[in-house]
């Protein structure tokens, strides 16, 4: 008997084919939007931006007594301080500070005295044992980019940050058909020349854990009228639909002809083995596919063609998590009484995957949304030293992470929304972006920490951004600052400017919220200080530290700060008013090796882009 194929294509030729045609046709996921509450599991549709601080309220984070942390700056064991209770507020955890309160004293750190006072003999520094407004995400802050998995850590950062409805991609729905007149459903006594019918089960599994929902419909005979009316009746319920067996060219092989007559074959028959028979078909803008009936060969097709209608559904691959070796980027310090599980993040940099470190407090839910991996740091251990070999327990699929472009240095919000933007593109890698300041990304890049960091270090002689500092510590030349942006940076205070600050010099009759050592904006607030013959000392909050420039933003939006330096888009964000100072020049540092990575080249040509320049319209103060 001769067996008549419509192709012979070899594998890359016939996805390519196939999965072209079905973009042309509009093969892409449907959306719904649901309750964070339940949508665990979800793809996001769009990037998620928090509505509200969290925490939203500067709160307790000890038991304790809430003070005003001047009135303990003369305690000592020689000179103890007495807390009368007009001096003090009883708070357990979570509890909001009270006005005029700015610290808290642990409770095991309180001597009982008579009459409801307390005596303690160390002081407590403004904001500690608090957590402040916006401590783990500020307003605004992009919690997740487009296409992104809802993880139970993921669902709960939304809700903290005030989401509490989000648009997310449907599960594809798959119907599979068996077809077959010798195949029977599952049984301990199957007759003589019965076939018992296990492709859909194996299939059935497969899908699930491409988060895929399944529909099995019942056995049909090798009727074409029967197995037409069952993929008619399939097209209407499902997304996808699989045909088990019949993809061949025999006698009862109908697969290819039905599919011809209710809409296009596309591709009958792949130069592989097993799996040649596979009929890559589409009706109603979804995928038929025809699978062989022998389980080996369907199940390479519904690896090789399957998952990837799927993929090309969701925009994303799903892979195991192994565990790997990798070098650690940061000391870590850990206390010798437990094993400690330390986030990280992981990006491969000249050959070796480097492991950094995540933030590790118990209210840092963000830490695990970011995480791509867990290094457990062993009792009886006090840490583990920069450029150790660690093993890392995986929470991202090895691809992903191998496919990732690793930014740090100077926080701005364009960082995200370049991700986004390159989310949005279906590009075969993502951004992992962390924020240590302007030397941080010179000393990452330098030392084969990082692909690429934002930079913006003033040289106060010559007034030129940055050039000097990439000279100085990196005078072999393994690394180039490229073009990025123009910020104006300048002075954020509450709407209304109640406290009338004009310029800089006004901080030190303000509290003053800072940047972290080693930020670029740090260093421009030290270069006006002593410009403006200041005394970093008598500035009230000098060293009162923030990471980002949305946290500066938020804290002066809750009162807790009245000004500090940062830039335009961040103050528009918060609704605040903002001072003008300078403009600066905002660059990436690239180590030479990867400036023509594709990852780092794709990342560039978004940011020079006229629709992502459009963006920073929007997002304002970028010159």
């Known amino acids: 008997m001769k067996h008549n194929y419509l192709n012979n294509l070899p594998l890359d030729e016939a996805k390519k084919v196939y999965f072209g045609h079905l973009e042309k046709v509009g093969f892409k996921a449907k959306t719904e939007t649901v309750r964070v509450t339940d949508a665990c599991g979800k793809i996001i549709k ?94 605004g802050d992009m919690i997740a980019p487009s296409g992104t998995v809802l993880t139970p850590s993921l669902c709960g950062a939304l809700l903290a940050g005030g989401i509490t409805e989000i648009e997310v991609i449907k599960t594809p729905v798959v119907g599979i058909i068996p077809t077959g ?248 890698f993502r951004v992992c972006s962390t924020h240590v300041g302007s030397m941080g990304a010179i000393y990452a890049v330098r030392d084969g920490l990082a692909h690429m960091g934002g930079i913006h270090l003033l040289d106060t002689e010559t007034g030129v951004y940055n050039k000097s500092y990439v000279e100085k510590y990196i005078p072999d030349g393994s690394a180039v600052a490229v073009k990025g942006v123009g910020r104006v940076q300048g002075l954020m205070v509450k709407k209304g400017n109640p406290l009338g600050i004009k310029e800089f010099s006004d901080i030190q009759n303000v509290r003053y919220v800072n940047r972290q050592k080693g930020a670029g904006t740090r260093i421009l607030c030290d270069y006006l200080i002593e410009k403006n013959g200041m005394n970093a000392d008598k500035i009230n909050g000098y060293r009162n530290e923030e990471f980002t420039h949305t946290a500066v933003a938020a804290l002066i939006a809750a009162g807790n700060a009245d000004a500090g330096l940062g830039i335009s888009s961040a103050a528009k964000m918060y609704d605040l008013d903002f001072i003008p100072i300078c403009n600066e020049t905002y660059e990436f540092l690239i180590d030479k090796n990867y400036l023509n990575d594709p990852a780092v080249k794709q990342f560039l040509d978004v940011l020079y882009s006229e629709e992502f320049k459009a963006r920073l319209s929007e997002m304002g103060g970028y010159v």
């Open 46 to 139: 769009n990037a998620a931006y928090a509505h509200i601080c969290s925490p939203h309220y500067n709160a307790s984070a000890m038991d304790g007594v809430a003070v005003k942390a001047s009135d303990t700056f003369e305690a000592s064991e020689r000179t103890p301080v007495t807390l009368t209770p007009d001096k003090y507020t009883v708070v357990d955890t979570g509890d909001p500070i009270p006005d005029g309160c700015d610290a808290v004293i642990m409770v095991e750190d309180l001597i009982d005295k008579e009459n409801d006072c307390y005596e303690i003999i160390a002081s407590v520094y403004p904001w500690q044992n608090v957590r402040q407004v916006g401590e783990d995400i500020c307003m």
């Open 181 to 428: 007149d010798e195949i029977v459903e599952p049984t301990d006594s199957p007759e003589k020349g019965d076939i018992i019918e296990f492709n859909s089960t194996v299939f059935k599994g497969m899908l699930k854990n491409l988060n895929s929902s399944v529909k099995v419909y019942p056995i049909t005979p090798d009727k074409k009228d029967l197995i037409k009316a069952a993929v008619e009746k399939a097209l209407s319920e499902c997304d996808i639909v699989l045909v088990s067996a019949g993809s061949s060219a025999g006698r009862d092989d109908y697969t290819s002809e039905i599919i011809a007559s209710l809409g296009t074959v596309l591709v009958h028959g792949i130069a592989i083995k097993p799996g040649k028979p596979a009929v890559l078909g589409e009706a109603l803008g979804k995928p038929v596919i025809g699978l062989p009936g022998y389980p080996v060969s369907a199940i390479v097709i519904m690896d090789e063609i399957v998952s990837q209608a799927i993929d090309q559904y969701y925009g994303k691959a799903i892979v195991s998590k192994p565990t790997v070796k990798a070098v650690l980027a940061k000391k870590t310090v850990s206390s010798l009484k437990y094993s400690e599980y330390v986030r990280v993040t992981l990006g491969r940099i000249n050959g070796k995957l480097i492991a950094s470190p995540l933030a590790r407090g118990a209210g840092v839910i963000t830490s695990f949304t970011k995480a791509d991996g867990v290094l457990i740091v062993p009792q009886n251990c006090e840490g583990i030293e920069t450029g150790e070999d660690v093993e890392i327990r995986l929470l991202r699929p090895i691809n992903e992470i191998e496919n990732t472009l690793v930014v740090t240095g100077s926080h701005d919000p364009l960082i995200d929304e370049v991700a986004d933007f390159l989310a949005k593109r279906k590009a075969p």
